[in-house]
C-alpha cells in the first residue's frame, strides 16, 4: 500500500521539498505479524531527525495513525516513511516557508528473500573506494541526501552483497545500508558514529541486547588497517538483521562462534 498523508497514491507534487532538495527524513521498518519491530527507537530517530532539520509541525500520532491504516491488512513486510518539510508554495531553500505541514508517505513492499548463509556462513566485503564526507551537523540522521551511498553501491556484486564505506581519515564508519560490528576476543567493537555515517536503529538494539546479555562492546575509532586485528565481523540493519563477514578485502576470519550466539538471541527477539 502507497500512502501519502493517508491518502491512497503513488505520487508527490514536484514542488515538495524532498523532490526538491532532499529536504526531509526516512526509516525502514521490519513488520512482524502486524507488530512494528523497535518501532521506539525509529520514532526516536524520527524525532531526532525532525530536531536537527528544524521540522517543528510533524504530528506523531497522526503518523502513528497513518502507518496503521497502511499496515492494516499485511502480516508481513518492510514499511517505508518518508517525511519531508512539506510542499513548498514558492522556490528557493529558505526553510521559512509559511504554515506547511510535513508530508508524510508510507509505502508497503514484501521482505526480501536473502540466502541464509549470508547470516550462518557469511560474506565477502571489501572497502568501498568511495568515502564519506565529514558533516557532523547531518551524522546519525537518516536525512534524504544518501548521494554518496547510491554512488558506493556501484561497487556491489554478487560476490560482495555489502561493502564497507570509510571516512576521509581511513576510520571505517559503516556499510552502504547497514552498521558494522568487530570482534576481538570476548568484546565487540562498532565504530563510533560522530561525523558522518547513520546510527541504525538495529544497531542500537543489539547495543541493548548485548548489555542485557553482560556481553561487552565497545564504540571507538576503527581504522581501515586494523580489520586484520579482529577475529570476526558483522554488517546490521533492520530488515537484513545480521550478515556475518566471512573476509574483507582478503583478510579471512574463522566460524565465530560468539557471533552465531548472538545472532539466535537476535532472531529469538525479533520473532519471539
Known amino acids: 500500500m502507497n500512502l501519502v498523508n493517508g491518502k491512497s497514491s503513488s505520487s508527490i507534487s514536484i514542488f515538495d521539498r524532498g ?13 512482524i505479524n502486524k507488530t512494528l ?16 532539520l528544524k521540522f517543528n509541525k510533524l504530528n506523531h ?4 495513525e497513518h502507518i496503521t491504516k497502511a499496515t492494516s491488512n499485511i502480516e508481513n513486510c518492510v514499511l517505508s516513511i518518508n517525511i519531508t518539510r512539506g510542499t513548498a508554495k514558492k522556490r528557493g531553500y529558505n526553510i521559512n516557508i509559511g504554515d506547511v505541514k510535513p508530508n508524510i508517505i508510507l509505502t508497503t513492499s514484501n521482505i526480501p528473500d ?13 572497502i568501498s573506494r568511495s568515502t564519506l564526507s565529514n558533516n557532523g551537523q547531518l551524522s546519525k540522521i537518516k536525512h534524504l541526501n544518501r548521494l ?16 564497507i564505506l570509510c571516512d576521509q581519515n581511513h576510520n571505517i ?30 544497531k542500537s538494539f543489539i547495543i541493548k ?36 563477514i566471512r573476509s574483507v578485502d582478503g583478510v579471512s576470519y574463522k566460524k565465530n562462534n560468539s557471533i552465531l550466539k548472538l545472532i539466535k538471541i537476535i532472531n529469538n527477539e525479533i520473532y519471539k
Open 19 to 31: 523532490f526538491l532538495y532532499g529536504d526531509g527524513i526516512f526509516e525502514t521498518i521490519l513488520v
Open 37 to 52: 519491530i523497535n518501532w521506539p527507537l525509529h520514532l526516536k530517530r524520527i524525532k531526532a531527525g525532525c530536531l536537527t
Open 61 to 64: 500520532d497522526l503518523l502513528l
Open 114 to 126: 536473502y540466502p541464509n548463509t549470508y547470516s550462518s556462513t557469511g560474506i565477502h566485503t571489501k
Open 148 to 163: 554518496e551511498q547510491v554512488l558506493a553501491t556501484s561497487e556491489i556484486t554478487k560476490k560482495f552483497p555489502e561493502i
Open 173 to 202: 564508519i559503516e556499510g552502504t545500508a547497514s552498521n558494522i560490528f568487530f570482534i576481538k576476543k570476548d568484546t565487540y567493537y562498532s565504530p563510533l558514529i560522530e561525523n558522518c555515517g547513520v546510527e541504525g536503529a538495529m
Open 209 to 244: 541486547i548485548m548489555k542485557k546479555n553482560k556481553i561487552k562492546i565497545k564504540i571507538k575509532k576503527i581504522k581501515e588497517k586494523e580489520i586484520d586485528s579482529y577475529e570476526g565481523a558483522f554488517f546490521c540493519n533492520s530488515i537484513r538483521l545480521v550478515w556475518n
